[in-house]
Structures are given as C-alpha cells and as structure tokens.
C-alpha cells in the first residue's frame, strides 16, 4: 500500500516492507518436516508423541545399518534395553520382566539373544549384587565389529559412511568383507 503523496524514498521503503512481508523470513522459517507434517496430517499434534515432554529416548539413527545384521529378535532385545537405560548407558530389568514385556515364552528364549548381542558387540553384561547389569553401546561399535569381522562388503560400508556424513559423524575405516561374484550353493533369493 503506497500513502498519498509521500516522497519518493518513503514510498520505496513501505513498498520494500510490503515485498519483505510477502517473502518467508528465513529466521522464522518452520522445519520442512513440521511444514509438511502440517500440510498432510492435519490432527499429528494430537497422534505423534510430543518430545518436549518427558517419556522418550533417543534411538541413534545408525542403528538402521545394524537392522540387516540382527535377527528379529535380536533387534527387539536390543530396542527393549535402548528403552531401559539411564543416561549413563545401563539398565537392569530382570531376565523375567524383559521375558515378560516382550511376550516370550521364558528366559531360556531370551539367553541366546543377549549372548548374541554382546558377541556382536552391541551390548555388554556384567552380574554383581544378584542382578544382571546391561551396558547399551553405541551402534558405532557394533558396526565396527561387524566391519572388522568381514561381515559388511565394501558396498554396505559406503552406504553407512555416506549417512554418517549425513549426520556429520566419522566416517568408518577398516577393510570390509569383499562381496561373492555369485552367491554361495545354500543360499536362497527372496
């Protein structure tokens, strides 16, 4: 809107306010995600759980190069204890209510997983004072592990490495398992 009348640099400062009002102000700019939460699930605010509040933990994004090397089971033992542990890392349910919340049939179903999960070095243990203490490692190491026993192919290992640039981590060294030319007799394609 131009006022009558006004002198020149007057009508070019309303009419820069005016341009600068119809621009998004890149300092109040709204996240993507939250512009597009807004855009095509207008009731989110009611259904996602709202991190501000207490009640969540975190769950590193590098996991998700883990999930190809972990069984079904193994991974839900693995969110189970991510779930449980305090900021420095540990936690100590039982066997039975770990059993129990995951709707196992009992602890001799739970063991071999645990041992798994610690030879792969995602998890360690430790008993003192009658209770099994768990320590919840980073997945870095896990996938470290992993590259250091030939279990991830050079192809795997770029992929990880290209979102830890992503996410602005270290990049992963160490020679990975070079991939077979064919696949071996005993395998199945799905």
Known sequence: ????????????????????????????????????RRLYFPNADAVVFDTS?????????????LMRHLSAPEFRVLAYLHLRVS?????????????????????KNLAPYLKKLEAKNLISTHVAMGKKFFLVHNPRHGIQHLIE??????????????L????????????????PIEPP????NI
């Open 87 to 107: 900021k420095y890392g540990i936690c100590y349910p039982t066997q039975q209510e770990i059993a129990y919340e995951l709707g196992l049939d009992g602890t």
């Open 164 to 179: 830890c640039i992503d996410l602005g981590q270290p990049l992963f060294e160490g020679k990975a398992a070079p991939q």
């Open 185 to 188: 007799v005993n395998s199945v």
């Open 1 to 36: 809107m131009i006022l009558q009348r006004s002198p020149p640099s007057t009508r070019i400062i309303v009419i820069e306010k005016e341009f600068n009002m119809a621009l998004p102000d890149s300092n109040n700019k709204e996240p993507k995600d939250l512009r597009y």
């Open 53 to 65: 509040k207490k009640g969540f933990v975190p769950m590193p994004i590098i996991m998700r190069k």
């Open 149 to 162: 026993a030939g279990a991830i192919g050079p192809e795997e290992l770029e992929e990880i490495n290209h």
